[in-house]
């Protein structure tokens, strides 16, 4: 305890220096959590968008565009494997088809199913910005850039034509905002029958049996059990069609990971070289107290603790200006909110007391050296 | 006849090695008894501070031994000599040495500290102390806010402290002019009276060992000296 109380003292008599460096390892902690993450609520954000509200393992018939029967033997595999979100499986039906108003003319991919499994992928009842949730044989849900382009709103009927020159018209119930414009402007739904009537299908027949996971990077390893299982369908999972995304955001991370590893490095050096010379400035006092009979390992405990209180304060300054910057980051008007990982924030605070205790070795090593006789001899 | 506190026998200091080699010390060996009051004299470079190093375990000699209460200390480990530094020896040396982070009490409490002495007790003995050495009243001044002769007092306060057997001074007046010097030297002798400290004392002045009951005389390393003295105090 009296090294603890020798090294506060040490670090109260040169406040100053004290002062810097504690900002300095703030400013390395904070900016640590903060760039951390930054990047990662960043990356979830885009995988969010790319596959919260579309499906993630897909089950189709061999030669695209043909049915399969969504029967006990399918449901079976996809229900009873636990990797799956409970509730997110969707049997579905697509169709293409092209709405007009005389001048202008957009392609439409109807996607026919029942709403509450729909929504189970989508949540497309929760992210209604007009009308109702509703899907019967009439209805038509459309995006919000869609509807926007034609200034339609719900109760509007639309034509649309289908391949064949088959024309349907349908209701508009409601509008839907699924956070991605390219979806919102040429993604439609609609009940089962209207995609099966057109393409003549029967009522156990579908496109896609579409699925989402309870965590979205197990994909590859779902779709390889399914395929060994479902040997006369198709198994697509998003990773395999998002290669380029998941690439850029593998290199996005490994860069952010280069700057945090390089902020470290810069307080680790920071911490090391001021615990350097303090040891230096504090020779003669380190040689007067061993010289009253402090033993190199008390003597050495002194930097030990001033380490320690540099880190633990310089850490806990950091956690607080990381969150800060995190709440001015929210007034910032970014597309995605940031949400510090408590794991990442511990693991961050974690390592700045490390690193403050690692770059207080070669000090102590000094410290303990030193022979008292040297300071007595100097004068 | 008082119990032997510290036998030195045949020390030998030599600093470096080949040409540059210095042998400050050559064989020597004296007996100092419990509550003695010695002062240790020679010239410039004679080898004093480096017998008193060798006697307060700051140093070790290249040859022979010192023993205290019958305990041989090259024998002991560094952990072992620093507790002994602690609890049996003082230093007062010629520049003060007081850490100017602390205040005078804390200063003066810091051997008990290490010592890993109570604390309520030591901050008592350590008030007790300051009043012995007339520095009642400055206690939580900073020790670097002290004129030269209070720091010095200071130091001879913390090295009293931990009450050693022996209180080792390097030309502890060699920073004060005559008035504080006669205070040390009045303060040394009151306090072995009340301790029952024994006293080594090295001085280059004469008139200062004179004051002493027992003067040791190094010459070039040598020990060539060694008389007993009737010091008579001054009449009040
Ligand atoms: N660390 C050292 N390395 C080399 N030589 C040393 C060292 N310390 C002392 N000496 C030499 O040892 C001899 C004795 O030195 P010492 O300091 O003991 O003398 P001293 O009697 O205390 O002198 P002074 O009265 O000037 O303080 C001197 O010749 C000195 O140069
Ligand atoms: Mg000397």
Redesign the interface.
Known sequence: MLSLKIAWRFLQKSRVQSAFIIAGIAVGIAVQIFVGSLITSLQDSLVQQTIGSTSQVTITALSEGDSFKVDERVLAVVRNDARVKSGAVAPTLSVNGLYSNGNESTPLTLKGGDLKSLDALSSISGRLTAGTARLNRGDILVGKDFADKYALSPGTKIQLTFPGNKERTLTISGVFDLGSSQVNARQAFVSAEVPRALLGWRSDEYAALETQLVAPFDSAAVATDWRARLKDLRIVEWQEQNKDLLTALQSQGSSSYMIQAFVLIAVALGIASTLAISAVQKTRQIGILKAMGMNDAAAGRIFLWQATILGVGGTLSGLALGFFLLFGFSFAGASFSITPKPGFVAFSAGIGIVVALLSSIIPIRKTSALDPIEVIQGG | MADVLLEATGLDKVYGEGDTSTHALRGVSFTLNEGEFASIVGQSGSGK?TLL?LL?L??TPTAGTVVYHGQDVGKLG??AL??????LVG?V???H?L????SVLENVL??A???GRPPMESRKLAEETLGLLGLTGLEDKGADQLSGGQKQRVAIA?ALMNRPALLLADEPTGNLDTVNTEQVYKLFRQVGAETGTAFLIVTHDRAVAQQTDRILEVRDGELVQDVRNSYLPPAQ
């Open positions: 501070s190093n307060g700051l140093d560094k952990p620093a507790k002994l530094r602690n609890s230093f040396f010629q520049f040495h850490l100017p982070e602390f810091m051997p500290l290490i010592g913390r």
